[in-house]
């Protein structure tokens, strides 16, 4: 918000990143981005606008943390850009396309019954939350609860639908998501990623929460435009247009950046 930004440093309407030697500083992750800039700041700094306070859409999102990732001078070869599905996923789209990498989609679900609350992954697994930490849950077990089971099975059928591959051993994976409010979903999805000996994992979202590092969802950075001086905002809240992400949507534009790269 324009509050947030405005104690911080940065203009009411524009974010503004001061890169004083892009190698210095990785991604506008950790500390964030105004405070990392200003403790850098030289007579020979940068000035990059990273855009307005609210996006265009997904896509613009993804455009303009593509911006963030070029001006930081992100190293970005060999990464494999991955979308939540499914809001995720048109972002991921717009950063795979920038920098000309591989896209795909991961399908998180969650089930809530009989006051618990689980997640369920495409590896047929899951993770419960118990009070603010997620404890995994084995395949066995998410058989026993019949809803859980079921979910399981079109979660798995979906990512299918989607990209059918998942991932391998030390791959370097860029997640991307339209944005984070309790944290739980992308969490379980990183947990999940972990659990597949993936070897990094950068974290994409437009807007963070005020007080998100990456060590609260177990990321190595986390890329994003700004923070909102709000603990959890809802995600719509920073969009003109938010509509619904299909699975149609999802498939195609896998499909289409696979097509490009072929």
Not at 93 to 115: H, Y
Not at 126 to 144: F, H, I, S, T
Request: net charge neutral.
């Amino acid at each position: 918000d324009a509050r947030g930004a405005q104690r911080s440093g940065c203009e009411r309407a524009h974010l503004v990143l001061l890169i004083p030697d892009p190698h210095r500083v990785r991604s506008m992750g950790g500390s964030g981005f105004c405070r990392a800039a200003h403790s850098f700041a030289t007579p020979n700094t940068v000035e990059v606008t990273v855009g307005s306070l609210f996006f265009v859409d997904r896509t613009d999102a993804g455009n303009r943390l593509a911006d963030v990732m070029h001006a930081t001078a992100s190293e970005m070869s060999g990464f494999h850009v991955v979308g939540l599905a499914r809001g995720g996923v048109p972002i991921a789209a717009a950063i795979a396309a920038r920098f000309s990498l591989t896209l795909s989609s991961f399908l998180v679900d969650d089930w809530r019954g009989e006051k618990r609350h689980v997640f369920v992954t495409p590896f047929g697994d899951g993770y419960e939350v118990v009070g603010q930490e997620l404890v995994y849950v084995p395949d066995a077990r998410l058989l026993r609860i019949n809803p859980v089971s079921l979910l399981s099975r079109t979660v798995a059928t979906r990512q299918s639908a989607y990209n059918g591959d998942l991932f391998a051993v030390g791959d370097r994976v860029i997640l991307c998501d339209d944005g984070i409010v309790s944290g739980n979903t992308v969490r379980a999805a990183v947990a999940a990623l972990r659990m597949s000996r993936v070897q990094e994992i950068r974290f994409a979202t437009p807007v963070i929460p005020s007080m998100l590092q990456p060590e609260d969802i177990g990321v190595d950075d986390i890329v994003f435009c700004r923070r909102s001086s709000l603990v959890a905002p809802p995600t719509g809240m920073f969009y003109r247009s938010f509509p619904d992400v299909d699975d149609g949507a999802v498939r195609s534009l896998v499909e289409s950046q696979r097509a490009s790269l072929a």
